[in-house]
């Protein structure tokens, strides 16, 4: 026979409560960040039954778009976010809770030595994982960013690239071929996201050209993390570009290393048989060719090998070194019963020393005897006291 269709009020569903509980281990701090800079907040919580948790952090208890990991990252700070409460509205299995609040403390400004210009994220994690794909609200890097351009695959021939404010620009990214592999880092993060996948070339040499760059000063900041197995990342990265560049040694770490102590470490060797282990390698003040362009080399120099998923690069990022503007040179004047002694620092490498018996438009400025003019260190000299007044500069 035929049986009839359940509708309406015959049909229900069950929920177990308990699925829905949320613990929170830790809760997100108070924090305090200079103007110029980020803030980052972070919340630890579990389901004890399991349930899949989902994560909304909140600026004075209004949604903030994208915010979705455990950790979130503040936009860069103004003296008027001063005061911000930040919180995280935690869900599993239909049920919510909401954290404690953090404030946010801004202090006096910084000036800032270097800005990001280009984020590079290699999607592991199974390409098109959501996860492992950073947003545009995502901050990752050793130099906090958002707006990575996520690349997925492994073949790219002159892939257009956006800046850290999401707008376009002329750079674009060439690889020779490779892949995308699972790392295994997790995605709780954007930092573990922008590590979860790496290009490699199957054990061969890889090789990445960025194109088209601006001509301006750089730093290249290189991710390399392996995914857990019983092999090595070890491995040389060359630099080509309007300059010469070291050759750095470097032995990658695993997702195991990783996520027992999940924070960036440096490495900088340029011996081979004293490799640094961390998951990152930057190259300080480049310049790109004459063509605009950087090429670099990924050499993979590993004996001990289980896979064939070498070398590794998760990640790149083109920096912007900014200009410091110069301290100027100081003069110090000591007055004894018969002699005054000018003194100056190194920071007047350059300059003459000069005296007038007079200070302003008109005034009449001459190299003080027995200073030898310009400058070459930090020095001083005796000078007698005589009548009237005299006036001492350090000029160019």
Not at 69 to 87: E, I, K, Q, S
Not at 127 to 136: F, I, V
Not at 292 to 303: A, D, I, Q, R
Request: cysteine-free; hydrophobic content about 40%.
């Amino acid at each position: 026979p035929t049986l009839p269709w359940l509708t309406g009020s015959l049909i229900t569903s069950y929920v177990n409560p308990d699925a829905g509980a949320i613990n929170f281990k830790r809760q997100p701090a108070n924090a305090t960040a200079a103007a110029g800079t980020r803030a980052t907040f972070s919340v630890e919580a579990v389901s004890p039954s399991g349930g899949h948790l989902f994560y909304q952090w909140q600026l004075n208890n209004v949604d903030i778009p994208g915010a979705v990991r455990p950790t979130y990252v503040t936009p860069v700070l103004a003296a008027t976010d001063a005061g911000n409460v930040y919180g995280v509205v935690v869900s599993a299995n239909g049920s919510s809770a909401n954290s404690t609040p953090g404030t946010l403390t801004v202090g006096p400004a910084v000036t800032p030595t270097v800005a990001p210009y280009i984020g590079i994220n290699f999607v592991g994690g199974g390409n098109g994982s959501p996860g492992a794909s950073l947003t545009p609200y995502d901050v990752a890097g050793v130099v906090p960013q958002d707006h990575y351009n996520n690349l997925e695959g492994g073949v790219f021939a002159a892939v257009p690239l956006v800046n850290a404010t999401g707008a376009g620009t002329p750079v674009t990214l060439s690889v020779d071929t490779g892949a995308t592999v699972s790392t295994g880092t997790g995605e709780s993060s954007a930092d573990r996201a922008l590590l979860q996948g790496y290009l490699h070339n199957s054990d061969a040499v890889l090789t990445v050209t960025l194109g088209n760059v601006p001509d301006d000063t750089y730093n290249l900041v290189i991710y390399s993390l392996g995914f857990d197995f019983n092999t090595t990342y070890e491995q040389s990265l060359t630099l080509a570009g309007g300059g010469t560049y070291p050759v750095y040694s470097e032995r990658a770490e695993h997702a195991g290393n990783y996520a027992a102590n999940p924070v960036f470490l440096e490495m900088k060797s340029t011996n081979p048989d004293a490799r640094d282990v961390g998951n990152y390698t930057v190259y300080r003040n480049v310049h790109p060719a004459a063509d605009g362009s950087l090429v670099l080399t990924v050499t993979p120099e590993s004996t001990n090998l289980g896979i064939n998923f070498l070398p590794a690069v998760n990640g790149l990022q083109l920096v912007r070194v900014l200009p410091v503007a110069p301290v100027p040179p100081q003069l110090a004047i000591t007055r004894s019963d018969t002699k005054v002694t000018v003194s100056w620092t190194s920071l007047a490498v350059g300059y003459h020393l000069e005296s007038s018996t007079a200070i302003g438009t008109g005034a009449s400025w001459s190299a003080v005897t027995g200073v030898v003019n310009p400058i070459a260190g930090a020095g001083s000299t005796d000078l007698t006291i005589g009548t009237g007044n005299l006036y001492y500069r350090l000029a160019k």
